[in-house]
């Protein structure tokens, strides 16, 4: 099963493999466009091609060799940058009366590249990459700027000098942006170890009481169609280890005992200490079969993994089948009684309420 940083890099190639496959639609459909409506550049009649079939060419390396994926990314970003911005050095440098349309056009999508950056490359290699392509164009811009001013051509310096200034406010916003989301992570990422610190026990790792009778008062709270099994695990004669071997060895066999309980359980099932030696486990879906099953086979096995001081340490266990109407608090009554059951019948047993 994949972890959730494989997770997350599995969706962010799925995503830019969309991207690229979405820029070559784009590509495809302003040739077409243009080509049809009479307003395509003479450079273009051969760029666009050239473009489309390079940008296809590396989603058929992809889907043919996926490990070449981070090549083809960074060759994909390479060529529409060096196409957006040989657009805009000619269009700066080109001759007089160029259409308005034209520049307007690879004007427009340097922002998509600005953002697509980051997208394609970690963080301090998109700001590299962002700098140098925004820093490029701003010198073809401020030199088109002047040349075209020197013309006598009033609306292209203006729409030269407004693209360069809202394509610096859009770096900067994008940049404020990282920023806030890196801060909220953080923020998000500190409120989540807290929780995890105030829901666990400190020494065995597991759910402490808290956690468990959150999640009691949140199944009581809302309607569920699944039943639930209780039940209580406690370690036999544990007074006696800690005034036989001292309080550490005690811990010592908490925390292994802990472990092999949890060890039996499945993912989706709750294990916690309720208090003490005790040992509250939630079973979810389950019935009065399995339950029996489980605790004797957790029963037997902590009883085999004998500590190497203490000994052999036995379990007492009691368990309860909490259909989905009724309240579970009220169940844990009876799981509780159980286990009283259990220990006051010789220990070392398993007893249904």
Request: hydrophobic share 55%.
């Amino acid at each position: 099963m994949m972890n959730l940083r494989e997770r997350w890099i599995r969706r962010r190639q799925q995503i830019v493999v969309a991207f690229i496959a979405a820029g070559t639609l784009v590509f495809a459909g302003l040739w077409a466009f243009e080509s049809n409506v009479g307003i395509i550049l003479e450079s273009d009649r051969w760029a666009y091609p050239i473009i489309i079939a390079f940008l296809s060419a590396n989603l058929l390396v992809i889907a043919a060799v996926p490990r070449f994926q981070p090549i083809a990314e960074v060759l994909c970003f390479l060529a529409v940058a060096f196409y957006l911005l040989t657009q805009i050095v000619y269009l700066s440098f080109g001759p007089p009366n160029t259409s308005i349309y034209t520049i307007a056009v690879a004007l427009l999508w340097m922002p998509v590249l600005y953002v697509g950056a980051f997208m394609f490359f970690s963080r301090s290699r998109a700001m590299v990459a962002v700098g140098v392509t925004f820093a490029l164009s701003a010198v073809a811009l401020i030199s088109g700027t002047v040349i075209t001013a020197s013309r006598g051509e009033p609306t292209l310096p203006a729409l030269m000098i407004n693209a360069l200034v809202s394509h610096f406010l859009v770096l900067l916003l994008l940049s404020l942006v990282l920023i806030l989301r890196d801060e909220f992570d953080r923020i998000a990422s500190h409120a989540r170890n807290m929780e995890d610190a105030a829901n666990t026990d400190t020494l065995t790792g597991i759910a402490n009481r808290r956690a468990l009778e959150e999640w009691m008062q949140r199944r009581d709270a809302g309607p569920h169609d699944r039943r639930v099994v209780l039940m209580l695990f406690d370690i036999d004669h544990f007074k006696s280890i800690n005034d036989r071997h001292g309080h550490l060895i005690g811990d010592e066999v908490l925390v292994s005992t802990a472990q092999l309980i949890r060890s039996q359980m499945r993912a989706h099932d709750l294990v916690g200490r309720w208090g003490g030696e005790e040992f509250l486990v939630i079973l979810d879906g389950a019935d009065a079969d399995v339950a029996t099953r489980l605790a004797d086979r957790v029963r037997q096995l902590v009883t085999v993994a004998a500590h190497p001081v203490a000994g052999s340490v036995t379990l007492s266990a009691g368990f309860v089948v909490c259909e989905p109407a009724q309240s579970v608090t009220t169940m844990f009554r009876a799981a509780d009684a159980a286990l009283y059951a259990a220990k006051s019948s010789g220990r070392n047993r398993v007893v249904a309420g």
